[in-house]
């Protein structure tokens, strides 16, 4: 079975603190996607990952930053953690095209931050 | 700009009954468009995908139907359980070698009564 976990379900940390979400996937998945879930907004892509060391902006960057140093880590790191980046982070990854099932994105289970 | 415009964002359904779940995308270069379901607790995980050759495809209980015209997929659940209720997402995306990131819905919460 594909396992995504994710360092912390929950957190709290301050404004201004600097954080770091770190995802980790074990099926040598070449894709990695950070998501943040927030109520009536659905999932709203933050930054993906093609290989290591690569990234793209999502849709939602700003305040955002990432790093993918190795193949199945990638980590989400918010610079100065604002009170309006309090959300559920969701973690996930997706094989390069398989027979079947083709493009499926594998989810940890979230890491809910709260920033006071 | 949401991308995929998803409905109802709530909805109830008694036992036995059918679920319906609506989607419509503008971009006209989606080729791929899967269903994620998300337990309390736990993060999305596939149910059911379309590609546009198809108009249906129909997996147990669980059916999508796809007008490529009218730019529109929707989710049809047969015979709702209450271990079906969840929140629903769909999205869509381009079908290719290197996993292109989904655009999604903004989720359908979906409760069957006893």
């Known amino acids: 079975d594909v396992k995504v976990t994710q360092s912390s379900r929950y957190l709290v940390k301050r404004t201004g603190e600097k954080v770091f979400l770190e995802c980790v996937q074990d099926?040598?998945?070449?894709?990695m996607f950070w998501y943040r879930q927030d109520p009536g907004l659905g999932l709203r892509l933050i930054y993906f990952?093609?290989?290591?060391?690569?990234?793209e902006k999502g849709d939602i960057p700003e305040g955002y930053s990432v790093s993918r140093e190795k193949k199945e880590r990638f980590s989400l790191i918010l610079e100065s953690a604002s009170t309006n980046q309090t959300s559920m982070y969701l973690c996930a990854s997706s094989a390069n095209q398989r027979e079947g099932r083709g493009n499926e994105q594998f989810f940890g289970p979230g890491t809910r931050l709260t920033v006071l | 700009q949401q991308q995929v415009k998803q409905s109802p964002q709530s909805l109830i359904v008694q036992k036995g009954g059918i679920s319906i779940i609506n989607c419509a995308y503008e971009?006209?270069?989606?080729?791929?468009f899967p269903w994620y379901q998300q337990f309390p607790g736990k993060g999305p995980a596939l149910l059911i995908a379309i590609r546009p050759d198809v108009s249906e495809k129909k997996e147990g209980r669980f059916t999508i139907s796809f007008n490529k015209s009218a730019k529109q997929f929707s989710l049809h659940i047969m015979d709702s359980q209450p271990g079906d209720s969840a929140t629903y997402f769909c999205?869509?995306?381009?079908?290719?070698?290197?996993?292109?990131?989904?655009?999604f819905g903004k989720g359908t919460s979906l409760l069957v009564t006893p």
């Open positions: 099926m040598d998945h070449e894709n």
């Open positions: 990952s093609y290989d290591v060391k690569m990234k």
């Open positions: 971009n006209t270069a989606f080729d791929y």
């Open positions: 999205a869509a995306s381009i079908f290719s070698n290197s996993g292109y990131a989904l655009n």
